[in-house]
């Protein structure tokens, strides 16, 4: 029948949704990203500088290193900016026991920036191990793209609306970085004592330092970004200190060893340089 004036305009409503829940940057966030930005810029241009009087045939680990911070720092310069980013929103359940379980979407601010960044860099520091270690390219290719894997099932997981898609893609993550272990560290420490003892004890350093400070992005992941438990300041802060360690700090280390160490030079072939 056609609705008339009178007719009800039916229930109100008992309970009245709540409204989004935002998780976003804030003052602190945003100077942090400008911060790292200017230290990456500086590094790469230290890097370059270092590199100056050392001919091609010796420069493999300066190329790498410098197109690492030279990514981060196009990276931040992104995310700093308000680029490289988009909210991905959960179902969040209400917490209050004596409140119908009406539930609320959480959004969060998610860089997606990041794993642009890392598809490309941590790719490139697994380069600069493998060599350090005389890692051949069948490993070497291996690791890289369980690494690549790794990246990208993170992206998903950023991504993901369920619990299911979230954390399944951070479990094949998670499993993707045994298999980078396994081939860089485990197979490099047994590829590198032939390059003899001072590159086998540079090598067990930097493998150490980069593992243990790796392992600390799946776990920091977990609690910002999959459990939501830190703000996206605090996220922010931590992965800036992680960041600075892992890219310039490891470089720095890397490129003033080979420097006093003739054994790390790399024998990459006539296509590399030719003398
Ligand atoms: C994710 C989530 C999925 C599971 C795992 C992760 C590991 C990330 C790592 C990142 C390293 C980044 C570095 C950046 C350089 O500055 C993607 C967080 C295992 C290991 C070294």
């Given at each position: 029948a056609k609705p008339t004036h009178t007719d009800s305009p039916g229930p109100i409503p008992t309970v009245i949704p709540t409204p989004p829940q935002f998780q976003e940057i804030g003052e602190t966030g945003h100077r942090t990203l400008w911060v790292v930005f200017a230290l990456m810029v500086l590094s790469s241009g230290f890097f370059a500088f270092m590199s100056w009087n050392i001919p091609i045939s010796k420069r493999l680990y300066h190329v790498i290193t410098t197109l690492i911070t030279i990514t981060a720092s196009l990276s931040y310069f992104a995310m700093a900016s308000g680029h490289a980013t988009s909210f991905s929103c959960t179902p969040a359940k209400d917490h209050h026991k004596h409140v119908p379980d009406v539930g609320y979407t959480e959004c969060r601010q998610v860089f997606w920036g990041r794993y642009v960044d890392?598809?490309?860099?941590?790719p490139?520091?697994?380069?600069?191990l493998s060599l350090l270690a005389g890692i051949d390219g069948?490993?070497?290719?291996?690791?890289?793209?369980a690494?690549?894997?790794m990246v990208?099932?993170?992206?998903?997981?950023?991504?993901?609306?369920t619990a299911t898609q979230r954390w399944g893609w951070y479990a094949i993550?998670?499993?993707?970085y045994l298999f980078v272990i396994w081939h860089v560290a485990l197979h490099g420490a047994?590829?590198?004592?032939?390059?003899?003892?001072?590159v086998?004890?540079?090598?067990?350093?930097?493998?150490?330092?980069?593992?243990?400070?790796?392992?600390?992005?799946p776990i920091v992941w977990g609690i910002a970004d999959g459990a939501h438990r830190t703000t996206v300041d605090t996220e922010i802060l931590i992965y800036a200190v992680l960041d600075i360690l892992a890219k310039p700090v490891f470089g720095l280390w890397l490129l003033f060893s080979h420097r006093s160490l003739a054994e790390t030079n790399v024998d990459v072939g006539g296509w590399w340089s030719h003398g």
């Open positions: 890392w598809a490309i860099t941590t490139l520091l697994l380069l600069d069948a490993h070497t290719l291996m690791a890289v793209i690494d690549v894997i990208l099932s993170g992206l998903f997981a950023s991504q993901g609306e993550g998670c499993v993707s047994r590829t590198v004592t032939a390059k003899g003892r001072g086998t004890r540079l090598f067990s350093s930097l493998a150490l330092f980069t593992f243990v400070l790796w392992t600390a992005y």
